[in-house]
């Protein structure tokens, strides 16, 4: 404590200081232990010279155990959970809340919370040196004292107290305007030092601007909704393409407590510009109706309409009450990856423009408000001239920078706007403002240590010069938490008095007039921080996105219907460039490939079906080809050609090796392809079909398969012919003898049957049976007429008798010969 004391002129005797300066040379063994391991140094220094002899022995004794446990200044920790007015003015009441807790083993007595005012910090850099040694006792100024303190009787190990000072200002002994510095300590005694001295402190900054200055700071606070990529590319078959999420994370973002509920019901109270990403709003847009969400290899209905409905009419009436809207291009493309990565891969850069335009439109149909979308916030605000070069192709004209990146060599912080050629302004955000709220902030103790420094340092800007008017721009992080969110509700909150600044928004101090001593160039490339380099998105990526849009623009090509496909693709190519990717590559990497699986299945709907062998026979055949198409709408712009390896053996269509013809399908039918095949040579002949669009570049896989040719020569022809009219007349002959045949059998047994008759009729004349029978002259009946054998019977001339051996012949006699003699008149063959 003599540190302290001699800070506030007190004079000690020659023989303290003498028995401080003994103790400091007795305690240089345990110092050292003390400085390795962080802890016995303070001790060591700030507490021997007041105490007593006996504790100065307990010191050294064990330099060890001093090293392991928690001494001097660190022996306490002291949290600051409240600090109001954060800014306070005349006739004030200062009130700070918070927690002690002993983290040493031994209990604390005599234990006292005190409040400190320090000497006041001029400049910035003032505040981030005192910031640096905010747990250092060395000159620490005297308690406030009096009645303006906290007593504990007793501080066991490891228990916190809960403590709240209440000062009126005009106690705390404040002089001019400016910024102090203000630490509340608890001072104590503890077994191995048994004397008053400080055990812990923190420090924190109080801004003291009573009255309003003559001329404000221009203040501008960007408030980004930006969110990360949630929406795939797939959709749905129905009328409306219900949309398809990656995930339903974002209702917990959204609902109430969630991050961007924070900032929409945080910011709707606020003076800020809302820095949009058009994706977010049409993501929340599509939720608030029928969504689906994938669940493995399925998806499954969303259930968080309300959650979404609830959170765009809040954000619709907060930016109608606060109307200064930014829009950045669709999905927030990251620029630095870009310029960096996708520079040299063709039609990485096409999309940008685009996405710019598509911005607009998102904006004013769900906001109905038209957004300034001249704006481009490349990440951390980084630049290098290939960045601004990417920027300004988007069309964009104002690139929000940052000062740790665009660096001015000046005494003061100038204003946001620098003009840095091709009509193109640089709105530097300040670094220190800007980054004040990156760090956790999600307990009240840091929170309110951020939010004061924050003030300190905007109220330093404003006293360097007073008599020029500045404009401020403050661009925090992307993604701010809720935590986050709220701390810089809180330091926007205390600059709710514009005492020293005056609200402003973006369009306005692009358009300020720039500081004519700021600089304007733009850093070099070997500048860009490799921190922010290593986090890009690889040139690889924009491979893979080249290769997504050159299937893309084939296969749109051939739709009836191009738009449903278009749009949905375009703004999955837009978030797989996201800004939102950076420290997540795998994630990256995994949307890219769920974007070329999902697209290169739907164009694999379009395809030629698998023939097998076919066998022409004959010198021209038909050759089938089917053309399937399982899409819910129809394609057109197709050709399908048919190529035979083999000419000299089968020629196609127009006598050529290869024939076309135009391809349109419906929507989940197919279409039979007729090709004319004309043979020259027997064997096998393999064919390809392959369908291509109108400019001729090939569609999905080709289909191979083979042609087996049996070709017919005329001279087989003719043999062929010839046998079969020689069966033809071979039949007519067999049925014509078999006619003649039947025909003769008729008349031979006509023949038999009349001479049978009359024997019977001879016969009975010789009987005289009948009343006419005649006789010869002496009685006797006259000897029957001899009959002729068949053979020698007469036979009608239109009767032929069949030739021997036909099929039709007459079976032969083949009974053995009679003995008997002939017959009269019969004539024997021997």
């Known amino acids: 404590m003599a540190e302290a004391a001699d800070f506030q002129g007190m004079k000690h005797s020659p023989a303290r200081r003498w028995l401080g300066r003994t103790a400091a040379v007795a305690a240089g063994v345990p110092l050292l232990a003390g400085l390795l391991g962080g802890l016995a140094a303070p001790q060591a220094t700030a507490t021997t010279p007041a105490g007593p002899a006996g504790a100065r022995g307990a010191a050294t004794a064990s330099p060890v155990n001093a090293a392991a446990e928690p001494s001097g200044s660190n022996t306490v920790s002291v949290a600051l959970d409240t600090l109001a007015p954060s800014a306070p003015t005349k006739g004030d009441t200062l009130t700070i809340s918070g927690t002690v807790t002993n983290k040493g083993k031994k209990p604390v007595t005599d234990a006292r919370v005190d409040l400190r005012v320090g000497p006041q910090l001029v400049g910035r850099t003032a505040i981030d040196d005192a910031d640096e040694r905010s747990n250092d006792t060395t000159n620490d100024p005297p308690p406030v004292g009096g009645k303006y303190k906290v007593e504990f009787e007793k501080l066991a190990s490891g228990i916190s107290h809960d403590f709240a000072l209440s000062v009126p200002v005009s106690k705390l002994g404040l002089g001019g305007d400016g910024v102090y510095q203000l630490g509340v300590s608890l001072s104590g005694r503890t077994s191995a030092e048994p004397y008053d001295h400080t055990l812990g402190i923190r420090r924190t900054f109080l801004p003291w601007q009573p009255d309003a200055v003559d001329t404000k700071t221009r203040f501008t606070y960007l408030w980004p909704l930006i969110s990360t990529s949630h929406v795939s590319a797939e959709t749905g078959s129905d009328e409306r393409q219900t949309p398809v999420f990656e995930n339903d994370d974002l209702a917990e973002e959204l609902a109430p407590g969630g991050r961007l509920e924070q900032l929409v019901s945080l910011g709707s109270q606020l003076p800020v510009t809302w820095v949009v990403d058009p994706d977010l709003l049409a993501t929340v847009e599509a939720m608030a109706d029928t969504y689906r969400v994938k669940d493995g290899n399925s998806t499954v209905a969303g259930t968080n309409q309300l959650v979404a409905r609830t959170w765009l009419n809040s954000l619709e009436k907060a930016v109608q009450d606060n109307g200064d809207v930014v829009a950045l291009p669709f999905g927030d493309p990251d620029l630095a990856s870009l310029a960096h990565g996708g520079e040299n891969v063709s039609g990485s850069l096409g999309h940008l423009q685009g996405s710019s335009e598509v911005a607009a439109r998102t904006v004013e149909t769900i906001l109905h408000l038209s957004p300034a979308t001249d704006f481009a916030w490349p990440v951390d605000g980084a630049v290098d001239p290939s960045i601004i070069d990417v920027a300004?192709?988007?069309?964009?004209?104002?690139?929000?920078?940052?000062?740790?990146?665009?660096?001015?060599?000046?005494?003061?912080?100038?204003?946001?706007?620098?003009?840095i050629g091709g009509g193109t302004t640089a709105v530097v955000g300040d670094t220190r403002l800007s980054t004040a709220f990156e760090g956790d902030v999600s307990n009240a103790g840091s929170?309110?240590?951020?939010?004061?420094?924050?003030?300190?340092?905007?109220?330093?800007?404003?006293?360097?010069?007073?008599?020029?008017?500045?404009?401020?721009?403050?661009?925090?992080?992307?993604?701010?938490?809720?935590?986050?969110?709220?701390?810089?509700?809180r330091a926007l909150q205390g600059l709710g008095g514009e005492r020293w600044t005056e609200a402003s928004d973006l369009v306005a101090a692009a358009a300020a007039k720039p500081d004519t001593n700021a600089t304007t160039k733009v850093p070099g490339a070997t500048r860009y921080p490799d921190k922010l380099r290593d986090r890009e998105l690889p040139p690889s990526a924009f491979e893979e996105l080249k290769g997504i849009d050159e299937r893309l623009g084939k296969?749109?090509?051939?739709?009836?219907?191009?738009?449903?496909?278009?749009?949905?693709?375009?703004?999955?190519?837009?978030?797989?460039?996201?800004?939102?990717?950076?420290?997540?590559?795998?994630?990256?990497?995994?949307?890219?490939?769920?974007?070329?699986?999902?697209?290169?299945?739907?164009a694999s709907e379009v395809q030629l079906i698998q023939k097998s062998e076919l066998t022409l026979s004959g010198r021209s055949a038909t050759i089938p080809v089917t053309v399937q198409n399982q899409l819910l709408q129809g394609v057109d712009?197709?050709?399908?050609?048919?190529?035979?390896?083999?000419?000299?053996?089968?020629?196609?269509?127009?006598?050529?090796?290869?024939?076309?013809?135009?391809?349109?399908?419906?929507?989940?039918?197919?279409?039979?392809?007729?090709?004319?095949?004309?043979?020259?040579?027997?064997?096998?002949?393999?064919?390809?079909?392959?369908?291509?669009?109108?400019d001729g570049r090939p569609y999905g896989s080709p289909m191979t398969f083979q042609v087996?040719?049996?070709?017919?020569?005329?001279?087989?022809?003719?043999?062929?012919?010839?046998?079969?009219l020689l069966l033809v007349l071979a039949g007519v002959r067999m049925y014509s003898q078999r006619k003649r045949a039947v025909a003769a059998k008729a008349a031979v047994e006509a023949a038999a049957a009349a001479?049978?008759?009359?024997?019977?009729?001879?016969?009975?004349?010789?009987?005289?049976?009948?009343?006419?029978?005649?006789?010869?002259?002496?009685?006797?009946?006259?000897?029957?007429?001899?009959?002729?054998?068949?053979?020698?019977?007469e036979i009608p001339e239109d009767i032929v008798a069949p030739e021997p051996g036909q099929a039709s012949d007459p079976t032969p006699d083949t009974r053995p010969e009679s003995g008997d003699p002939s017959g009269k008149g019969e004539k024997v063959d021997r």
């Open 708 to 724: 087996r040719v049996s070709e017919l020569t005329p001279t087989v022809m003719l043999v062929i012919a010839g046998g079969v």
């Open 755 to 793: 001479v049978a008759a009359e024997q019977g009729a001879e016969g009975d004349d010789a009987r005289g049976s009948g009343p006419d029978s005649t006789a010869d002259d002496d009685g006797a009946k006259p000897a029957p007429a001899p009959v002729a054998p068949p053979s020698e019977r």
């Open 447 to 489: 929170s309110t240590l951020a939010v004061q420094k924050f003030l300190a340092q905007s109220l330093a800007v404003t006293l360097q010069d007073s008599s020029k008017q500045r404009d401020i721009v403050v661009a925090p992080q992307r993604t701010p938490s809720a935590g986050q969110a709220q701390s810089m509700a």
């Open 392 to 419: 300004t192709s988007a069309g964009a004209d104002k690139v929000i920078s940052r000062s740790d990146s665009i660096q001015d060599n000046l005494p003061y912080t100038a204003s946001a706007a620098r003009p």
């Open 555 to 602: 296969f749109k090509a051939i739709l009836t219907v191009p738009d449903r496909v278009a749009t949905p693709f375009a703004n999955a190519v837009n978030r797989a460039v996201s800004t939102s990717w950076r420290g997540n590559a795998t994630g990256a990497r995994e949307y890219r490939d769920s974007v070329n699986r999902y697209l290169m299945s739907l």
């Open 637 to 694: 712009n197709l050709v399908l050609r048919l190529h035979s390896t083999n000419a000299t053996r089968l020629k196609l269509d127009d006598g050529s090796a290869l024939a076309e013809q135009p391809i349109r399908v419906d929507g989940g039918h197919t279409q039979v392809v007729k090709f004319t095949g004309a043979a020259n040579a027997n064997g096998p002949v393999g064919l390809t079909a392959q369908l291509y669009t109108t």
